[in-house]
């Protein structure tokens, strides 16, 4: 008897390319059948066939608040009866505008977008134009979304499908993206003594698209002095880690200051966005105040910027980074034990409330080392905890996020589990 999951994908596959509408949801880095869901609240998400989930993907990052908070669904319900997107500005983008510049110091002025990828994007095309720079600097295994400059040893769904690079992105454009592996500061500097044209340099300031991976003490000081040096813009990809590390991001936690800053996830509460910052001078060069051109039809509509907005000002209270990081500390250590008494060897990566557990018995600090990972046998932990009620990241090359909503009980219920799913594979 098939499951309703299984009935829908059946018929999903001939419709949507897949059967899916983003890659890393098809499962094939774990195998097996993904999940419809139908609903979700707090830290559980429910399938279609009633089977309840504690939820550790959390759409990817978003969901920082627990899914379906009530704060949120009554706003949008209020807003979106007043009209959903009018394709003309509106007070909710300029709370937002002040929401994250007065969260993020290195942004004086911002552009909301729909996306991760609208937004590393138009970074790119920003420092390009501000720079009059043709080449751009990424790192083996980040993922910054999938712009065709940016889809180069891209990380996440990338990664989990194996594939080198994406056809379809001209060689011509391709050549001008320099990649590089992260944590090792002398390629940065020798790809800086060989080519004197590179317009930006693009990092995920803690890693989470090859598994979570965080930057090793002074490296990130290093980029910023190497791209300063060369007159070379810093963008931080803070897609992920915006207000999931900290109010400020990665860039507060490690204090480094970029001059272009992309946001996404969280910043929109579960709802279409994405966003670009940094200071006055480089952003007034965005149309139309200036001559680099980008647009949206739905760039800060109402409803994002309400779920958005809802979501940031819940997270003004310094708190919550503490709660977050004792919950993700206490659950991190359970698994890693969970695993250790199990005579399994994993590698534990967090940073605040995204980490990984990699399959592996040594350090994970960039993607030669991530690509080591033993991905069946995560493959084999992932559906022995979703047997048990727990679902985590469906790819090894993901970062899992904690959220509010995680209560102590709800991270007891989940290391019981992995002590059972590490003690069945
Ligand atoms: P979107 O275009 O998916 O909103 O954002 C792209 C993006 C940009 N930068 C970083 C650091 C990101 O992590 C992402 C998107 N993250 C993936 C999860 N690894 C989204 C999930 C998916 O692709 O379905």
Redesign the pocket.
């Known amino acids: 008897m098939q499951t309703k999951s299984e009935q829908l994908f059946a018929t999903a596959v001939d419709l949507i390319p897949g059967g899916v509408n983003?890659?890393?949801?098809a499962f094939r880095g774990v195998g097996g059948t993904p999940r419809f869901i139908k609903s979700a609240k707090g830290a559980r998400i429910t399938d279609v066939d009633g089977n309840t989930y504690i939820d550790y993907v959390g759409s990817?990052?978003p969901m920082i608040l627990g899914h379906a908070d009530e704060e949120v669904v009554a706003a949008l319900q209020r807003v979106a009866a007043n009209g959903t997107s009018f394709g003309a500005p509106t007070e909710l983008e300029v709370e937002l505008a002040q929401e994250v510049i007065a969260a993020v110091p290195s942004i004086e002025m911002v552009r909301t977008v729909s996306?991760?990828?609208?937004?590393?994007m138009s970074a790119i095309r920003l420092a390009r134009g501000v720079t009059a720079r043709t080449r751009i600097v990424k790192f083996e295994g980040?993922?910054?979304?999938?712009g065709d400059s940016l889809l180069v040893k891209a990380?996440?769904?990338v990664a989990t499908l194996g594939l080198p690079d994406s056809p379809g992105v001209p060689a011509a454009l391709a050549e001008n993206t320099i990649t590089l592996r992260f944590n090792n500061a002398q390629a940065l500097e020798e790809a800086f003594a060989k080519h004197d044209d590179i317009a930006a340099v693009i990092i995920?300031p803690v890693v989470?698209?090859m598994g979570c991976v965080p930057p090793q003490p002074g490296y990130l000081e290093t980029v910023r002095a190497l791209t300063t040096k060369h007159g070379a813009l810093l963008i931080f990809?803070?897609?992920?880690?915006g207000f999931r590390l900290a109010r400020g991001g990665a860039q507060e936690l490690f204090g480094i200051k970029p001059d272009l800053t992309?946001l996404?996830?969280i910043i929109g509460g579960g709802l279409?966005?994405?966003a670009y910052g940094g200071s006055r001078e480089i952003m007034n060069h965005v149309a139309p105040a200036g001559p680099v051109y980008q647009a949206g039809t739905l760039s800060g509509n109402p409803l994002s910027m309400t779920a958005g907005l809802v979501t940031l000002r819940r997270l003004r209270d310094k708190a919550v980074y503490d709660t977050l990081e004792n919950s993700s500390r206490r659950l991190c250590a359970g698994l890693a034990r969970a695993a250790q008494d199990a005579g399994i060897t994993t590698v534990t990566n967090r940073v605040g409330s995204m980490w990984t557990s990699f399959f592996t018995n040594e350090p994970v600090v960039d993607w030669d080392s991530a690509n080591k990972c033993n991905r069946e046998a995560y493959g084999r932990f992932f559906h022995a905890m979703m047997d048990r009620g727990v679902y985590l990241a469906p790819s090894q090359f993901?970062?899992a996020f904690v959220s509010l909503a995680h209560t102590d009980e709800i991270v007891d219920e989940t290391i019981e589990a992995a002590r059972q799913a590490f003690a069945r594979i």
């Open positions: 983003s890659p890393v949801r990817w990052g996306s991760g990828t609208e937004a590393t980040c993922y910054h979304g999938h990380g996440s769904g995920e989470g698209n990809d803070e897609v992920m880690t992309t996404g996830k279409p966005v994405g993901e970062a």
